[in-house]
């Protein structure tokens, strides 16, 4: 049974450098056509002409500018012409090299979906039926409706970032300004997320009444993607802290990590739709490349800055930045 794979970049660019070369070939085949042309045109009028005549030197004279005239509308055309293939071919070669990469992309958020999917379904099915089957004690019962929950809400969050990056991408997504207490939301965040995550420990430094203005649904989403991330990304033992403060007439909200960090090539390109570093088969981490994309996208909606920063003596700091309302 045959499967169908998308074309690979080497067998593209492969093809692309050979019609590309062959375009070039056309081109300076049909100069030096044109060219043979003339000088063959030029000899038999030249032959054509009279050497006794008084006019010979200056007929001659004509013939050789007409032919000259050639030769440079020939350069002149095949110039433009090689000048506007060159132009065309850099950005096919681009635009291709961007669909490939995007389409990679692609498969690799739906290798990323469909596990993500599987598994809080596979886990919450395990629970339930767990809990039909069997007569557990009150405490055991509490423990599976909680993981029950936790992986109902993993669900939930990952359907958000997925149906709010459609609407976003389409346009579709109308942004409700209002003002808004930041801490109250990123104490919120904060608090949903110990009790999702008990064994994880998060500190915290929250400025009281720290008001922006901005949209409740996307900056909650924006705390929890961060928080979610950073979570993802350290190891278990190792604490997640998150500061919410005044700095420079800006409102400043940090979630320091540390974990293995990021390097500096990757620091350009976690914000991307659908980037993940690694290899999806082997990559260890959860996700969908989705959540720091939309970081970005809500952080730009509310005219905001998020950077990525080396924590010490290991980790990461994701920092955004508003401007201050009061």
């Known amino acids: 049974m045959s499967t169908l794979k998308p074309p690979k970049l080497a067998v593209v660019t492969l093809v692309y450098w050979f019609l590309l070369l062959y375009m070039i070939a056309a081109l300076a085949w049909w100069f030096i056509a044109l060219e043979k042309q003339n000088s063959m045109m030029t000899a038999i009028r030249v032959a054509e002409l009279i050497k006794d005549d008084p006019q010979y030197a200056a007929k001659l004279s004509a013939i050789e500018e007409m032919s000259s005239r050639k030769t440079a509308q020939y350069i002149g055309e095949g110039i433009t012409f090689l000048a ?7 950005y096919v070669y681009r635009a291709t090299r961007r669909q490939i990469k995007f389409s990679s992309q692609q498969q690799n958020f739906m290798m990323a979906i469909t596990h993500e999917l599987k598994t809080p379904i596979a886990v919450a099915q395990l629970n339930l039926e767990t809990l039909q089957k069997r007569k557990l004690a009150e405490d055991k019962q509490q423990k599976l409706i909680s993981n029950t929950l936790q992986e109902a809400n993993r669900l939930n969050t990952l359907c958000n970032n997925i149906l709010f990056t459609s609407q976003l991408d389409a346009g579709g997504y109308s942004v409700s300004f209002q003002t808004v207490n930041l801490t109250d939301i990123v104490e ?30 996307l900056l909650q989403m924006l705390v929890n993607n961060l928080l979610e991330n950073a ?6 033992l190792m604490p997640i802290h998150v500061r919410l403060s005044l700095e420079t007439n800006k409102t400043i909200v940090s979630i320091a990590d540390l974990g293995l960090g990021i390097n500096e090539q990757e620091k350009k390109k976690v914000f991307d739709k659908f980037y993940r570093s690694g290899n999806e088969n ?13 970081c970005k996208k809500i952080v730009e909606t509310h005219n905001g800055y998020i950077s990525v920063t080396d924590n010490q003596p290991n980790g990461s700091i994701f920092t955004v930045s508003f401007k201050h309302s009061s």
Request: aromatic share 8%.
């Open 282 to 294: 082997t990559r260890k981490a959860q996700g969908t490349g989705l959540g720091l994309y939309l």
């Open 84 to 90: 506007l293939i060159l132009v065309g071919a850099v």
């Open 231 to 236: 979570l993802k990304y350290s190891p278990k």
């Open 188 to 217: 919120t965040c904060v608090d949903d997320c110990k009790s999702r995550f008990p064994d994880r420990e998060i500190t915290e430094t929250i400025e009281d009444n720290r008001i922006i203005q901005g949209d409740p649904f």
